[in-house]
Structures are given as C-alpha cells and as structure tokens.
C-alpha cells in the first residue's frame, strides 16, 4: 500500500473515533450531570471541551473527506458529514438549543453520529476504489 494511502485511512480512522467519542459525550452528558461534582469531572462537561471537539472534528471531517472526495468522487460521505457537521455547529451556536440539556444533547449526538459514520463510509469507499480508465486521477 502506497505511503499516502496509510495515511488516508489513518486520518480516516482517527476522524471517526473521535467523532463517536464525541457522539458518546454528547449523549452521556445529560446523564451524568448530577454524578459529575462527585466525580471530580467538571472538565470534561466544561464548554470549552465541547468547543475544541466540534472544531477539531469538523476540521478533520472536511480536511479528510474532501481530500478522498478528489479520488473516490462520491458525495455519500460528504452527504452524511455536511448535516452532522450542521447539526453539531447547530448545538453550539444556536442558543435555544445549546441551552435546553435535551434538545442540546440530542443534536450533538445526533451530529457526531453522522460525522463518525461518514468517516466509516469514507474509509470504505477508499478501500474499495480501484484504479482503472475512468479514475479522475
């Protein structure tokens, strides 16, 4: 396997397990509220985590899916990851929904959910990419 190809699926990999991570966050968030003071985990509950999730992720998702979009030509991944990334910005910018803990936790999961199963998609649509005459590159 060519040295760029590693790397393609490693970003891919790497983009989808921190956009579950993510979706588990962002499910799991309404849920432990009341143990996190108990706990000790403030941090991990705090904005500023959701902020560099949603940035890194996003970052990532159309840094890795637009980069395999040149080779394989598929819009399905994008078509996941534009409506997940919509949805986590969604939960974060639009103030009645980032501040009612349910509706918030449903539409960061939600998106992180699509976001992660675009990358899955992504990593099977580069796999499976064979190179022949009608290959745009």
Known sequence: MP???HHHRLVDRLA???SLLCAIHC???PLLLAAVP????SLWFDDGVEWTLVAFVSLLGVFSLGWSYRRHRALRALGLLVPGLLALWAGLLYAPL???AVPHAVAMTF???L???AHVLNLRLNHGH???ASCAH
Do not use: C, P, Q
Not at 38 to 41: E, H, P, Q
């Open 111 to 113: 998106g992180g959910t």
């Open 115 to 117: 976001v992660g199963v």
């Open 98 to 100: 980032h501040e009612a």
């Open 38 to 41: 108990a706990l000790g985990m």
């Open 3 to 5: 040295h760029h190809r």
């Open 27 to 29: 499910a799991l968030t």
């Open 16 to 18: 989808a397990t921190g």
């Open 130 to 132: 064979v190179h022949d």
